[in-house]
Each structure stands twice: as structure tokens, then as C-alpha cells.
């Protein structure tokens, strides 16, 4: 398979997993509209909230990723290096020029941030920069520079607006159906049945309450491993040497043991390789991390695997 095929690919596979979420949420509303007094109202209310807690996220998201790991701006006379392959990769996309910053940090990772090209950061650790060579260090910069040219920051913020409405929704439909808020659309002629309606209505609603969520949150996390396939895809066509990716993604399975100081679960998707480190690797935890296991990752790039 071709690095052409797997970003075809990859493409098909998260738009049809942001589908999926849509199907989701329209049965969800439709449920809640059907056996809820307040109708579709109780659904454009959750949609609005959850836009609404999203907006302050999609704009100023980039500033609040780059605090918390603790990213500080660089010029390119206090890292020439860095700052010129930056340049020399985003010059070969066709991309504006990120703000580029330095995390001081010993493990092995990078991220970028921002809506769009045009409002882009990237973020680099101090071990990242020492420990990668020279083609390494490039691999990791184009694949980050790749999650900007493929917006994937705005998918994402998508796929978090649908895991809201979801959450928002199921919490809804439980509280309502807890408190006796179900039957008067359909049971107001059959009053003799509201009871069992209710009762219904009751488990469907926890049934939702425990379900929904967590299988929003899994498919959150299946598009943001696509994402980083796609990432990882793309990247090799800018450097034009796969095995530069492929050596540094080596270094960070072996040598990224102990979590980041300032990992988090809401930037961990940003990152090129899990910042929590080995935790990232057992029992629930690798189920749902946001990111593909390594070894795939390496295998894809070396044309081991039709991922």
C-alpha cells in the first residue's frame, strides 16, 4: 500500500467514524423528542450548550494547550536550528509559518495546536531536540505540520462537540425519565400504560446514560488514531523518507517510560506519541488512549501493515 492509499484511507475511515457519531446523536434526540414533554427543544438546548462550551475552547484551545505544557515561545536567534527546519518543511507544504515553541521537557514529543494554518503553534520538547537526529527531528516537525494542513485540530473540535451533545443528551433523558418528565407526548392518551411507560422509558434512559457516552468517547478516540495515521502519512510525503519517522517513533517506544509532568487528558490527543508514557500502554488504559500503538505505526510507515 502506497502512502497515497493510506491517506485515502484514513480520510474514508474518519469521516465515516464522524458519521457514525451523527447517527448517534440523531437517535438519541430522536428518543428524547418522542417520550420528552419539552420535544425537540430539549435537543436544540443541548446542541447550543454544547456548541457553546466548545467556542471558547476552539478559539483560545491553542493558548490553553500551550500553557499547560508549560510551551515557550522561541525566536529563530534563540534556536536557529529548530526554527529553520520549521521553516524549510512549511516552505515544501505550502503552509504560513507556525509559532514555534520549546517544551522543557526530557521526553521525546511534540505537538501542534491552532484552527487553522493561519493560527497555527507547534511545540517541541528539549529531548525531542537532543535525542533525535537530524532526519528524526524532521519526521516528528512534518508530522505535526501535517495535523495543520489536514485541520485535524477543527475535526477534532467537531468530534468534542458531538461527545458533548451526547453526554448532555444522556444525562437529560435519565434525569427526566428519573423524575416522571416522560409521557405526555405519547402516553397522554393512555394513561392506564403511563406507569409502564415510564418504567420503560427509565432503563432506556440509564441504558443511555452509561452506554452513550462511552461509546462516544471510544469513537472520539478511533478518529484521533486515524488522525494520527493520516499524520503520519502525510508527514513521509513531506520529508520524503519514511524511515526519519520511523526511527524517531523507535526512540520514543523505547526511551518514553515515565508520563510527562504536565500531561493531561484533554491535550493528550495533540501529541505525537501519549504523554502519559508506559501507563498509556496497560489494561483499560490502552483502550482508551488516543493514539494507535506504536508498532503499528512503524509498520505502516515501513509498508508492514494495510492500516
Not at 72 to 92: D, F
Not at 171 to 176: C, V
Not at 207 to 220: R, V
Request: aromatic share 10%.
Amino acid at each position: 500500500m502506497t502512502i497515497y492509499d493510506q491517506i485515502a484511507k484514513n480520510k474514508r475511515k474518519s469521516v465515516l467514524l464522524i458519521v457514525l457519531f451523527i447517527i448517534i446523536i440523531i437517535a438519541i434526540g430522536w428518543v428524547f423528542s418522542e417520550f420528552s414533554e419539552v420535544g425537540y427543544a430539549g435537543l436544540v438546548m443541548a446542541v447550543i450548550i454544547a456548541i457553546a462550551m466548545s467556542l471558547f475552547g476552539y478559539y483560545s484551545g491553542d493558548k490553553v494547550a500551550l500553557w499547560t505544557a508549560g510551551a515557550k515561545p522561541i525566536t529563530k536567534e534563540q534556536n536557529a536550528y529548530v526554527y529553520r527546519m520549521v521553516e524549510n518543511l512549511c516552505i515544501t507544504a505550502g503552509l504560513p509559518l507556525p509559532k514555534v515553541h520549546i517544551i522543557n521537557n526530557s521526553a521525546i514529543n511534540a505537538f501542534a495546536t491552532g484552527r487553522d494554518p493561519q493560527h497555527a503553534s507547534i511545540a517541541v520538547t528539549t529531548g525531542a531536540i537532543e535525542k533525535l537526529e537530524n532526519e528524526e527531528l524532521e519526521g516528528v516537525i512534518a508530522h505535526e505540520l501535517s495535523h495543520v494542513k489536514n485541520y485535524d485540530i477543527r475535526i477534532m473540535m467537531l468530534v468534542i462537540i458531538c461527545v458533548g451533545i451526547v453526554a448532555l443528551l444522556s444525562n437529560w433523558f435519565f434525569r427526566i425519565s428519573f423524575y416522571g418528565g416522560f409521557g405526555g407526548r405519547r402516553s397522554s392518551s393512555r394513561s392506564s400504560s403511563g406507569g409502564r411507560i415510564q418504567l420503560i422509558m427509565m432503563v432506556v434512559g440509564i441504558a443511555l446514560l452509561i452506554f452513550a457516552p462511552i461509546f462516544a468517547q471510544l469513537i472520539k478516540f478511533a478518529i484521533s488514531r486515524k488522525r494520527e495515521f493520516l499524520a503520519d502519512a502525510s508527514g513521509v510525503l513531506l520529508t520524503r523518507y519514511p524511515d526519519g519517522l520511523a526511527n524517531a517513533l523507535e526512540k520514543i517506544k523505547n526511551q518514553n517510560i515515565e508520563p510527562m509532568p504536565r500531561a493531561n487528558n484533554a491535550t493528550a490527543h495533540l501529541y505525537i506519541s501519549n504523554p502519559f508514557g508506559a501507563k498509556a500502554k496497560k489494561g483499560l488504559a490502552k483502550l482508551f488512549s488516543t493514539h494507535p500503538p506504536i508498532e503499528e505505526r512503524i509498520a505502516a510507515l515501513r509498508g508492514q501493515t494495510n492500516n
